[in-house]
């Protein structure tokens, strides 16, 4: 079985705090997401890398950024924690680069900024 | 813009019953759909996939049915279980490097 971790389950930071979130996969998987999900929404994807030290935009990258030194791990970073990025974040992988390819989710951490 | 979007926000069944959830998408050129459940607290679970070239794949219990031609995705579950109630989320790959673009999801509640 895909064994996607996130490092966390629930954090609370202050506004302007630095913020790290951690995911770890276990099955050699090329491709990591991160997405946010928030009441009402779609999950909605924030970055994701296909390959280490790679990185690409989502649809909302904005006051993130990511860090993947290893094939297995892929960081999200807040660099100044705003109360609009209270949020539960998802990270997620995939075996290959190709279209048709089952992403795996981890259990999620549900971050609150006040 | 291209989105992935469902008829009912939620949906309450009867234990045993069958339950149909809907999904339209609207990028003709997507080749890949997956459902996904989601149980409180929990982050999303596959539940089944299905490519283009197909319009129906089944697996336990549930079935996926695709209409290219009305742009129509749905999730069949087939005797519902207290254990299915979830949110169900749809999701279409229309683009490279396996971008997933996700439905908002229905509640699925299932009554005893």
């Known amino acids: 079985d895909v064994k996607v971790t996130q490092s966390s389950r629930y954090l609370v930071k202050r506004t302007g705090e630095k913020v790290f979130l951690e995911c770890v996969q276990d099955m050699d998987h090329e491709n990591m997401f991160w997405y946010r999900q928030d009441p009402g929404l779609g999950l909605r994807l924030i970055y994701f890398s296909y390959d280490v030290k790679m990185k690409e935009k989502g649809d909302i990258p904005e006051g993130y950024s990511v860090s993947r030194e290893k094939k297995e791990r892929f960081s999200l970073i807040l660099e100044s924690a705003s109360t609009n990025q209270t949020s539960m974040y998802l990270c997620?992988?995939?075996?290959?680069?190709?279209?048709?390819?089952?992403?795996?989710f981890g259990p999620g951490t549900r971050l609150l900024v006040l | 813009g291209e989105s992935v979007g469902l008829h009912l926000p939620t949906l309450s069944v009867q234990e045993g019953d069958n339950s149909i959830i809907n999904c339209a998408y609207s990028n003709s050129a997507s080749d890949y759909f997956i459902w996904y459940k989601q149980e409180s607290g929990k982050g999303p679970q596959f539940i089944i996939d299905?490519?283009?070239?197909?319009d129906k794949r089944q697996g336990q219990r549930v079935t996926v049915l695709l209409n290219k031609t009305v742009k129509h995705l749905s999730l069949q579950i087939a005797a519902t279980q207290p254990g299915d109630s979830a949110v169900y989320f749809c999701?279409?790959?229309?683009?490279?490097?396996?971008?997933?673009?996700f439905g908002a999801g229905t509640r699925l509640a299932v009554h005893p």
């Open positions: 997620a992988s995939s075996r290959y680069r190709g279209p048709q390819e089952t992403q795996y």
């Open positions: 299905i490519r283009s070239n197909m």
């Open positions: 999701a279409e790959n229309s683009g490279g490097y396996n971008k997933l673009i």
